[in-house]
């Protein structure tokens, strides 16, 4: 198979990988056949999956806009994927140019793909790291230049935690990503759920068997599950809801129902900003 010249030498193309499907489903042309066929697999177990990740998006771009109203200009966006048009710097900086953002992935292509988009961006930068090793992602030279942990930083785990297994202890990684943070910092979460609004329990299963069969589980948690992640953190209003109503720029009603699957929160460590 041919490499394309943006896929970085020495990774495997015959794996799929979740970044690349995300991309795919996106509708961005970062991604192999191997991912478009596993991608393909999880929309035929679950038709509503691009819809679910163009809510998440969007939901995002919301959270990023909320952040900078109360502002926080700094944001640490960890799982961030490959950066599609509409991703956390252009929305950021598109508001605010001095908005300064640290993506993390662990992901070869992702992080490749991001250096080179972000070359010219003194403001962003791309740390080569895994989410369950924090200190690798705080003690980065792209960090330590960028972030100012000292002031509040918006934690961006989009579309993260239900690829992370309960035996990795999400929740303590979290927990410890909150604690290096400044008071008023922000975390953003969205996460698949089999008790959302809209009930998809046998598709959501057969679309967590195709990411099994890749070697990425992709984990149903309850509402309380999710909720844990933000101890530590007050909820912003309205809570931990379905992602379209959180704070809509249009009518939640008008959105197809399949969006409403899974949950998205932001939370606001307590205390006060330095």
Aim: no cysteine; proline share 8%; hydrophobic share 40%.
């Amino acid at each position: 198979m041919e490499r394309p010249a943006w896929a970085p030498q020495g990774i495997d193309l015959t794996v799929p990988s979740v970044s690349r499907i995300y991309d795919y489903y996106l509708g961005g042309s970062h991604n192999f056949e191997v991912d478009r066929e596993a991608g393909r697999k999880a929309i035929e177990a679950w038709p509503g999956l691009p819809k679910i990740m163009q809510a998440n998006r969007a939901f995002m771009r919301r959270a990023i806009r909320y952040a900078l109203a109360e502002g926080v200009t700094q944001f640490l966006d960890i799982g961030s994927g490959i950066p599609t048009f509409g991703n956390v710097h252009e929305v950021a900086q598109g508001r605010d140019p001095e908005a300064r953002v640290v993506y993390v992935d662990n992901d070869p292509v992702a992080v490749a793909h991001s250096r080179a988009v972000l070359q010219d961006n003194d403001r962003t930068d791309v740390v080569s790291a895994d989410f369950r090793s924090p200190r690798d992602i705080l003690e980065s030279p792209e960090a330590e230049r960028l972030l100012d942990l000292g002031k509040p930083v918006a934690l961006m785990l989009v579309a993260l935690l239900h690829f992370v297994e309960d035996q990795d202890e999400p929740w303590k990684t979290v927990a410890q990503l909150r604690d290096a943070l400044a008071p008023g910092s922000l975390l953003v979460v969205t996460h698949a759920s089999g008790e959302g609004e809209f009930k998809a329990p046998d598709r959501g299963a057969a679309a967590s068997g195709v990411y099994r069969r890749i070697g990425s589980p992709l984990l149903m948690r309850s509402r309380e599950e999710v909720l844990r992640f933000f101890d530590g953190w007050d909820l912003v209003d309205p809570g931990l809801v379905a992602m379209p109503r959180w704070h809509p720029d249009t009518p939640p009603e008008q959105e197809d129902p399949v969006v409403f699957s899974g949950f998205a929160g932001v939370g606001r460590k307590s205390g006060h900003a330095g």
